[in-house]
């Protein structure tokens, strides 16, 4: 009997299985199902699959028999079920990166040296909240409309002139580091699911920002915002559908 099936089930299977025990720093010899339990809380892919990698791993002891001289197979999977495990192997394994799927952002950005008011005339065009500093090619900080607000805010409780206060204060002159704490950086390996998370687990958090290493001083990639996490959405959605699978019981094995 041709047991093909049945070679490329067990070759995504042990894929799934490696993949989650090095993410999640697992034991060697944690039970399949109890480390997809385990899991779930961590990986979107596991939670949106987990009923079907639950079956799978019954499953692969159905049709894998050990012996003496390896593994030897016993039945052999159906084309869909095949299929199915081979696409969820792939999101664990190749999850798209941020880089790859939102190209062509445009960051708005101020230079450090420039006076405040230009800040608010980035704000003005762009409409956006965060603005990345540079200082010479290299990022410093960042900028929220907000925090501006208040700035403003507290010159003119103290009697100070606005409009002066604007023209010669300088951008990199009221950069306050602990603003950072409102944003997750990455790096550029960052997947669609990293960010997705970020904003799941991050309330509070104004953006994420993506850089090369994911470090500050660095050019900055891409920064999504609370506002595209409906698109992100929207992306999983589409690159995470669910087909209709068979279950593991009468019809998943020939």
Known sequence: MDYANAARFLKSYNKIESQL??????????????????????????????????????????????????????????????????????QLCNPPRVTDVFKGRKISTVYADSPLLSAVAAFAASE????????????????????????????????????????????????????????VLFDQTATVFDVFAAFEHRKNAYAVIVTEHGVIGEKVLFLLTPTDFPAINRYLETFNAKPSIPSCGVGSVV
């Open 21 to 90: 025990k090095t993410l999640y720093s697992m034991k060697p010899t944690q039970n399949f199902t109890d480390l997809v339990k385990r899991c779930t809380d961590l990986n979107l892919t596991v939670r949106r699959y987990e009923n079907e990698l639950v079956d799978y791993g019954k499953l692969r002891n159905a049709i894998v028999h050990r012996t003496t001289g390896g593994e030897l197979f016993i039945a052999n999977p159906s084309d869909e079920v095949v299929e199915n495990i081979e696409s969820i192997a792939q």
């Open 128 to 183: 956006k909240k965060t603005l990345i500093v540079y200082d010479y090619g290299k990022m410093v900080g960042v900028l929220n409309s907000y925090y501006v607000y208040r700035l403003l805010e507290e010159c003119v409780e103290a009697g100070k002139d606005a409009t002066r206060f604007l023209r010669t204060t300088r951008c990199g002159d009221v950069i306050d580091a602990s603003l950072l704490e409102r944003y």
